[in-house]
Nanobody, 114 residues
Framework: QVQLVESGGGLVQPGGSLRLSCAAS????????MSWYRQAPGKERELVAT????????TYANSVKGRFTISRDNAKNTVYLQMNSLKPEDTAVYYC???????WGQGTQVTVSA
């Protein structure tokens, strides 16, 4: 069965960095686009970034462009989200997702606070 397991969340000060990882299993990882979403308290889930299966330019929400970078390692079945220059408004639960078939990880909490 499809499994997505996120890791790397935590508490960071404004201006800091975190790298999230999502380990995938149960499907041919290299064949599917992968995405990161986030959901802040009281807000709707937001698409943060998407990376295609191979090649092409990733896409980002305007709110994270220039600060976040999505990447993938198909040999390790892992997708990453490098988050730099973090702001308090980036605080949310971050989810890894395979949109095709609607598969989601359990989420990892990111808190940006002094």
């Amino acid at each position: 069965q499809v499994q997505l397991v996120e890791s790397g969340g935590g508490l960071v000060q404004p201006g800091g960095s975190l790298r999230l990882s999502c380990a995938a299993s149960g499907f041919t990882f290299s064949s599917f686009p992968m995405s990161w979403y986030r959901q802040a308290p009281g807000k709707e889930r937001e698409l943060v970034a998407t990376i295609l299966s191979a090649g092409g330019r990733p896409t980002y929400a305007n709110s994270v462009k220039g600060r976040f970078t999505i990447s993938r390692d198909n040999a390790k079945n892992t997708v990453y989200l490098q988050m730099n220059s973090l702001k308090p408004e980036d605080t949310a639960v971050y989810y890894c997702a395979r949109r095709i078939g609607s598969y989601w990880g359990q989420g990892t909490q990111v808190t940006v606070s002094a």
